[in-house]
């Protein structure tokens, strides 16, 4: 079985194919060694498709209504401006505000849902600039986030 930070990657790899309009995606039959293709953790009847994940990323990217330009902060500001290396503490700032507005969300949920919407508007702006490790360094960095994953069943259950 793949581990979490496989399995982000591969999330992540099929968000970008979506977002830059690529019509395949590397990770699209992630297999084992056996070829067969690879299962959760939490229901073997359930098979991890990160196509359908990234999907479900993106539908949580569009809940975020933050509009971006508007927040005062200096990781974001720079972030706008294509300096992805603050993506990290972008993401953290919006997420902390976001869930302060919307406390029903859980901190986890909107830290994945600012983090696809931030890297989405970026991606319209200056698409040259990112890059899909930003966002699996984010995800795969954020143990409470992926303390929360794993506990909702994994990646397929997100």
Same mark, same amino acid.
């Given at each position: ?15 970008? /194919?979506d $977002? ?5 995606? %590397?990770?699209?039959?992630? #297999?084992?060694? *056996?070829? +067969?293709? &690879? ?15 990234? /999907?479900? $990323? ?5 809940? %975020?209504?933050?509009?971006? #330009?508007?927040? *005062?902060? +200096?990781? &974001? ?16 700032t ?19 849902? &600012? ?17 899909p ?26």
């Amino acid at each position: 079985m793949a581990t979490f930070e496989e399995q982000t990657e591969c999330v992540v790899e099929a968000l970008f /194919s979506d $977002l830059l309009g690529e019509d395949e995606c %590397c990770c699209r039959c992630l #297999e084992t060694d *056996s070829g +067969e293709p &690879v299962q959760s953790a939490g229901d073997p009847s359930t098979p991890f498709d990160p196509v359908v994940i990234a /999907s479900r $990323l993106r539908q949580m990217g569009d809940q %975020c209504n933050l509009e971006f #330009e508007r927040v *005062s902060s +200096e990781a &974001v500001a720079e972030v706008l401006a294509g300096k992805m290396e603050k993506f990290g503490a972008a993401v953290e700032t919006l997420s902390r505000s976001w869930c302060d507005q919307n406390p029903e969300l859980g901190y986890e949920r909107a830290f994945l849902c &600012v983090s696809v919407k931030l890297l989405m508007h970026v991606v319209k702006k200056v698409p040259a600039m990112v890059q899909p490790i930003q966002l699996i360094k984010v995800i795969n960095g954020n143990p409470q986030v992926r303390r929360h994953i794993e506990a909702s069943g994994g990646w397929v259950r997100m």
